[in-house]
């Protein structure tokens, strides 16, 4: 029996998509699984969520968020909100236990400078989600695992996607703009960055120093353009930064402010995960992540 192709597999599922009665969708689903069953009988396990035997009672915490950006003339306006439900789960049963929150009117920021606002306020967001999720496995006790929106891959490199041409546009205007070739462009580069970077973790210590993450945002949002203006002024006040470079620092400065809120709090939730033995999981449903996947050496 030859195995199932992307053909097949394409020609079932068409099979099930709508204009047709319900019963008839479902008597596809079942059809396709034994035909599933049968073509990779030891390789693919296919069956409906009520027809998974008990083993024992699972406890399951799933986050999401969600945001909305409005651009205007000189800044984006992004609201951010988060939902975390926990679950005790026992084959198809499931019971609702508890809930965190963050609303929208907590979660309420002025992007600036504005660029890049969709994708920044998607950064800020995973952060958010991050420091719910990390509160939540903290909190309740005997938690088997985390359901997190998206995927593992992108929450990896979308720091490096999202910094990288502001990365590029700064370092290549400060090389444009310095006319002495006798300076060591890359040195004074890597001096401005150590600052950055100093001075970006102060504030963030500042900001998770409570572990509710309604301190936590509400600290966030309160001192985010203070934040930003002293990591921009360390570098102002210590390095000779021509006029012309300032806007692509400032821009820099801002976006590695935000990826790292983002990236501190996914380093506090996998620092409770495994101190708590959680499993963490992404629901994938990003192209961009299939992609990744396709192209792995070890699917």
């Known amino acids: 029996m030859r195995a199932l192709s992307s053909y097949d597999i394409a020609k079932l599922i068409a099979?099930?998509?709508?204009?047709?009665?319900?019963?008839?969708?479902?008597?596809?689903?079942?059809?396709?699984?034994?035909?599933?069953?049968?073509?990779?009988?030891?390789?693919?396990?296919?069956?409906?969520?009520?027809?998974?035997e008990p083993y024992e009672e699972a406890r399951g915490i799933f986050v999401d968020g969600s945001n909305v950006v409005s651009e205007r003339r000189g800044a984006g306006i992004a609201i951010f909100s988060v939902a975390s439900l926990l679950f005790s789960i026992r084959g198809s049963d499931l019971t609702f236990e508890s809930k965190y929150l963050l609303t929208p009117d907590l979660c309420f920021l002025f992007l600036v400078p504005r660029f890049y606002v969709g994708t920044r306020a998607n950064t800020?967001?995973?952060?958010?989600?991050?420091?719910?999720?990390?509160?939540?496995?903290?909190?309740?006790?005997?938690?088997?695992?985390?359901?997190?929106?998206?995927?593992?891959?992108?929450?990896?490199?979308?720091?490096?996607?999202?910094?990288?041409?502001?990365?590029?546009?700064?370092?290549?205007?400060?090389?444009?703009?310095?006319?002495?070739?006798?300076?060591?462009?890359?040195?004074?580069?890597?001096?401005?960055?150590?600052?950055?970077?100093?001075?970006?973790?102060?504030?963030?210590?500042?900001?998770?120093k409570e572990n509710d993450p309604k301190a936590i945002a509400r600290r966030f949002v309160e001192k985010y353009v203070e934040s930003?203006?002293?990591?921009?002024?360390?570098?102002?006040?210590?390095?000779?930064?021509?006029?012309?470079?300032?806007?692509?620092?400032?821009?820099?400065?801002?976006?590695?402010?935000?990826?790292?809120?983002?990236?501190?709090?996914?380093?506090?939730?996998?620092?409770?995960?495994?101190?708590?033995?959680i499993f963490l999981m992404w629901l994938n449903k990003e192209p961009e992540s299939r992609t990744l996947t396709k192209k792995s050496p070890n699917k």
């Open 15 to 52: 099979k099930m998509i709508p204009f047709e009665p319900v019963e008839r969708v479902l008597d596809e689903l079942t059809r396709s699984k034994e035909i599933f069953r049968e073509m990779n009988p030891s390789e693919i396990k296919v069956g409906k969520l009520d027809e998974i």
């Open 124 to 208: 800020i967001m995973r952060g958010l989600e991050n420091i719910v999720a990390a509160y939540m496995a903290e909190k309740n006790e005997n938690i088997d695992f985390v359901m997190m929106d998206g995927s593992f891959a992108s929450v990896l490199l979308s720091p490096k996607w999202g910094i990288q041409h502001l990365y590029s546009d700064f370092y290549l205007v400060l090389r444009e703009s310095i006319g002495d070739k006798s300076v060591d462009i890359d040195k004074k580069v890597i001096d401005i960055c150590e600052k950055i970077s100093i001075a970006t973790m102060e504030a963030l210590n500042d900001i998770f």
């Open 228 to 277: 930003i203006a002293k990591i921009y002024d360390s570098v102002l006040d210590s390095c000779d930064i021509p006029d012309s470079v300032r806007i692509p620092l400032m821009n820099f400065v801002t976006m590695f402010f935000e990826t790292n809120f983002s990236m501190m709090a996914l380093k506090r939730l996998m620092e409770i995960a495994g101190k708590k033995d």
